[in-house]
């Protein structure tokens, strides 16, 4: 199934990128299942937030809500989002970053979203990747200026900071169980700018290296590390027994990686690369279900799990 969106890139004249031999706007950016049959969705450029409710069967879907989030005068171009559910009241809560030092947070009152605020986490952070567990309200956050993440109370405010050896830019987090967690990271890799005709200067990232981890998120340490060559890599989810990883190749291919988590050695085995949509970024897991969002498309991907095993 597939849901696209509209892309309006002038809205707050929101800059195209290039990275490798391809290039993009930063469209819908991430996605997290709220139940069998809605989904909440993230817009990076229009600063928005969609719930979204679909029939895979029927190959059709509805709008429920959206909300457009400016805060202090400044849009929230999201990466990522986590989806919180008090376990107690049943009460629905979204957390989401946006690349800079700032968490967001809304609640989804009766399909409706409402009364979102932003917190600054650490000042002098920026954050991509986000994770959220139901049995404790303590959200995981990856820093992309240093190799840490961040384990924050949003209710108390209380922080943790649990340095990733071996990482660089980490992009993304997955809690496995109470002990062990995986974690996303990119090289720096070389950047130039490339002059338009119109005289505006595009960056270019040019293909790096990245790699998935196992780290002991109680000591930091490292267990394992997976490397993927001249690869760029976005975000992170797993589902027992495999972490599914969206990728973007060096010439632009994107592909969803299935790599096995083996608890007994602590390693990742068995990868298998999936083709999907071009630049696949935002990824959720559901029961039998699995999304996936697409910067090249603008769009939302929803498939059956089984497609994936």
């Known amino acids: 199934m597939k849901i696209t969106f509209e892309s309006c890139p002038n809205k707050f004249n929101y800059p195209f990128r290039i990275i490798g031999s391809s290039g993009r706007y930063d469209t819908i950016t991430?996605?997290?299942?709220?139940?069998?049959?809605?989904?909440?969705?993230?817009?990076?450029?229009?600063?928005?937030?969609?719930?979204?409710?679909?029939?895979?069967?029927?190959?059709?879907?509805?709008?429920?809500?959206?909300?457009?989030?400016?805060?202090?005068?400044?849009?929230?171009?999201?990466?990522?989002?986590?989806?919180?559910k008090n376990p107690i009241t049943s009460e629905i809560r979204i957390y989401g970053v946006s690349y800079d030092n700032r968490l967001f947070i809304c609640d989804l009152i009766r399909?409706?979203?409402?009364?979102?605020?932003?917190?600054?986490?650490?000042?002098?952070?920026?954050?991509?990747?986000?994770?959220?567990?139901?049995?404790?309200e303590s959200v995981y956050v990856t820093n992309t200026q240093k190799p840490t993440i961040t384990k924050f109370n949003a209710c108390t405010g209380t922080k943790q900071t649990i340095v990733c050896?071996?990482?660089?830019?980490?992009?993304?987090?997955?809690?496995?169980?109470?002990?062990?967690?995986?974690?996303?990271?990119?090289?720096?890799?070389?950047?130039e700018g490339i002059q338009k005709s119109d005289g505006t200067i595009n960056s270019v990232c040019k293909p790096y290296d990245s790699h998935v981890f196992i780290y002991n998120r109680n000591t930091s340490a490292q267990m394992y590390v997976h490397t993927l060559k001249d690869t760029h890599i976005d975000s992170c989810v797993y589902s027992a027994p495999f972490c599914f990883v969206?990728?973007?190749?060096?010439?632009?291919?994107?592909?969803?990686?299935?790599?096995?988590?083996?608890?007994?050695?602590?390693?990742?085995?068995?990868?298998?690369?999936?083709?999907?949509?071009g630049f696949p970024h935002g990824i959720?897991?559901?029961?039998?279900?699995?999304?996936?969002?697409?910067?090249?498309?603008?769009?939302?991907?929803?498939?059956?799990?089984?497609?994936?095993?």
């Not at 990728?247 to 299935?258: D, F, K």
């Open 284 to 309: 959720s897991i559901y029961n039998n279900k699995l999304a996936y969002t697409s910067y090249a498309t603008s769009s939302l991907y929803i498939h059956d799990l089984a497609e994936f095993i």
């Open 246 to 277: 969206t990728c973007t190749s060096a010439s632009g291919e994107g592909y969803i990686l299935r790599l096995r988590v083996d608890m007994e050695t602590k390693t990742l085995v068995d990868p298998v690369q999936f083709p999907c949509a």
């Open 111 to 136: 399909d409706k979203f409402s009364n979102y605020i932003t917190k600054v986490v650490n000042e002098c952070d920026n954050y991509h990747g986000i994770c959220i567990l139901d049995d404790e």
């Open 165 to 191: 050896n071996g990482g660089v830019r980490m992009k993304d987090v997955a809690i496995i169980n109470a002990e062990y967690m995986i974690a996303l990271s990119s090289d720096r890799g070389p950047t």
């Open 30 to 84: 991430d996605c997290d299942f709220f139940n069998d049959t809605c989904i909440i969705c993230a817009d990076r450029q229009m600063a928005c937030l969609y719930l979204i409710e679909f029939d895979l069967e029927r190959d059709s879907y509805r709008i429920l809500d959206s909300i457009t989030c400016i805060s202090n005068g400044k849009p929230v171009h999201f990466e990522l989002i986590s989806i919180y």
